[in-house]
C-alpha cells in the first residue's frame, strides 16, 4: 500500500496508517522492531510512520526514483527511527562509474550515519545487469567510509 501505487498522502493516513498502527503494536507486543518497506516517493509520510512507532523505514529513494531528502529525513525523524536505504539503484549503482558511486555512498553516509540510527543500502535489489564493478566500487565506499560520518 505505497504512495507509489497512486495513493494520495490523504487516502493513505485515513486507510493505511491505522492498520500499520496495529501492526506496529502488535509487534511490539511480541517484543520485536517493525521494518517498512517503501520504495516509492514517501517523504510525505516519514513523519506519520514514526509517529506510529515504526523502528525502521526502507527504502528512501532519492530523486529521480523517489523523493526522500536524506538529510532532512535525518533531521526530522532520525532520532525516533532507523532509516535504510537512499542510494539510487538505478542512477547511481547500475549507471554511474566506479569514482561517482564512491562520492554517492560518502554523501549518503555523510547524510545519514551521524548520531546512529541509519543502514546504508540500496533504494531497493541491486538489478540484473548492474556492472560488477559498480557493486563493488559501491561495497567497497560503504566499507571506507562507514565510521567517518558517526
Given at each position: 500500500?505505497?504512495?507509489g501505487?497512486?495513493?494520495s ?10 492498520l ?7 509487534v ?13 516517493g514517501c517523504a510525505?509520510l ?21 523523493d526522500?531528502d ?9 532520532d525516533r ?7 539510487d ?8 562509474k ?9 554523501q549518503?553516509?555523510?547524510a ?39
Open positions: 500500500f505505497s504512495l501505487a497512486g495513493w498522502p490523504g487516502i493513505y493516513r485515513q486507510a493505511f496508517l491505522p500499520i498502527r496495529e501492526c506496529v503494536q502488535l511490539h507486543e511480541h517484543g520485536l522492531l517493525y521494518h517498512l518497506y517503501d520504495d516509492g510525505a516519514l513523519a506519520d510512520w514514526a509517529d506510529a512507532g515504526v523502528d525502521c523505514v526502507s527504502t528512501l529513494p532519492p530523486p529521480p526514483m523517489g526522500v536524506l538529510a532532512g529525513a535525518k533531521r526530522g525523524i532520525g527511527v532507523c532509516l535504510k536505504g537512499n542510494v539503484l538505478f542512477n547511481v549503482i547500475m549507471l554511474m566506479p569514482d561517482q558511486i564512491r562520492e554517492a555512498v560518502r549518503t553516509l555523510q545519514g550515519a551521524r548520531g546512529g540510527r541509519f543502514i546504508l543500502s540500496t533504494s531497493d535489489s541491486i538489478r540484473n545487469g548492474t556492472p560488477i564493478g559498480n557493486v563493488r566500487a559501491y561495497m567497497e565506499a560503504g566499507r571506507e567510509f562507514a565510521t567517518i560520518y558517526l
